[in-house]
Structure formats: C-alpha cells, structure tokens
C-alpha cells in the first residue's frame, strides 16, 4: 500500500504525520466522514484538540467504521470558553474536572496524550504557584492512567495573554513540575510567530529532544498547509527530524486547508508529505 504512513518499517525512516480533523475540514463535516478521508488517504492516526464536539458513544461508532489511533487531545475548554484554567485563580475544583473529563475521553478512544491547556487570564499574584500545584495534581491522575500529559507554547496572536506565551518560561516551568508523566508540545508555528527562525526552531528541537513528545506544523503567518510557501522551511525541518530519528512519536498536521476538495485532502499536500 502506497499511503502516507504505509511505509513504516525497521528502518523506521518516515514521519508519522496525523491530521488535525479539527482544523482541516469543514466545521460541519461528520465525524465518520472526517475519519473516512483521513483513512482512505492512507493516514494510521489522527489529532483533535477537542473531541467533545462528539458523544463517546458517537466516537466508537465512527472509529469502529474507520479505525485510527487518536494520539492527541485537549483538555476542554472552560464554562466561559477559557482556553484551559491550570493558570486561573480559585478554578482548582474546575480545572480538575476538565481533566478527568480528558481522561474519560482519552480512555475511550484509546488515545494516550492529553494537552493541558493554561488559560490567557491576567497575570496575578501567586499565579506561577497556582499553575505548579495544578500541574503536580494533574501529573498524579494521569499517571494512575497511563496518559501523558503535554504543555505548549501558543504564540499572543492566537490566544492573546496565554500563561505559555513564552518558550523560555515553559521549559523552565516544565522542569520545575518534574514529572515522567508531563512533556512539552512543540509546536512550529507557535515558535515562527513568536520570532524563530527555521533555524532557531531546530536548535531548540536539538536542545530540548528529550522532552519532546509530540509536535505540530503549519504554515505561518496565516496557519495554512506546510506545502504552501512561506516563513518556515519544512523541507529542512522534516529532513532534520529524520536525520535526529524523530520516528516513534507524532507530528500534528495543525493547519486550516487553503481549499478543501470533494472529500479528499489536496494532492500537493499529500505529495509533499510522501517525500518524509
């Protein structure tokens, strides 16, 4: 078979690209449809920031028609749509909750990562305090699970006054929450809007790799696909990830599709991809 994750082997010389079936399709695509393309386009494994769009009943019918690996979700937003309340004062309760929702969730798609989202509020006193003992609490319930828990750094022009905006500050953080369980999502994007160049981007890949368990790309600044022209050179940075053997953990097609064709992801893209 001639698809995108097929040639998997001992060699272990490709990239296991999934798509985001968040952001690549029509918001009012089914979910069984979304699968279905991604399936028949030779895809093993999706992302999805967040399934709860969709009953678990809903996502074992569609995954029993079209099987794939979830590998990445998030945790759910807040009841006034916060993006994630490990940073959030007096939401311990409630934060704690989006996690064991995440679980239920991760559990009954057999997905194994769930991104914990900080939430953008305004800077308070105690905040870095706040974030490190919601983070050691939700280390400790994932790991009961055997789920890894991921944080990112999300660039002000998508989610202005985010906790991680900075990469700097979350690696440290990161280190200071000193868990097995919790590592840091890179995402490409991010970086590039944040000042990075390519280069930058691939020093910090080299220089933080173990902590590395998942990463995201997309073309900036307007999110599109990575085949597009544009500020990041994928073509240096997926030949270095397989250089450096970036071959057992996933990266996220995170990107909105420039046009979207009768059921079926652009053929460019699909051509580009088949070359890692």
Known sequence: SSGINAEYGAIGQKLK??????????????LADRLEVCTSQ????????????????EWEESLRLHPVSVTLINTPLGENREPGLAACHNKQDRFLAGIRKGVEYCKALRCSQLHIMAGNEPHFDGQRKVF??????????????????????????????????DVKKTLDLLEE???????FQFDVFHLSMLGHSTEQILELF?????????????QPPHRIEISSPGD??????????????YTDDHIGLEFKMSSYGDASLADDLLDFLKRF
């Open 17 to 30: 690209f999934v798509p985001n079936i968040g952001t690549m399709f029509p918001s009012d695509m089914a």
């Open 177 to 183: 929450i000193d868990s097995d369980c919790i590592f």
């Open 206 to 218: 080299d220089c933080n790799r173990s902590k590395i368990k998942h990463v995201q790309v997309a």
């Open 132 to 165: 490190l003992e919601n983070m050691k609490k939700a280390s400790e319930l994932l790991k009961g699970e055997g789920i890894r828990g991921l944080i990112e750094t999300i660039s002000e022009g998508t989610i202005p006054g985010y906790y991680l905006n």
């Open 232 to 245: 990041i050179d994928y073509t240096a940075i997926f030949n270095h990830f397989l250089a450096h053997a």
């Open 42 to 57: 030779g895809f093993s494994g999706i992302e999805i920031a967040f399934p709860y769009t969709w009953s678990i009943s």
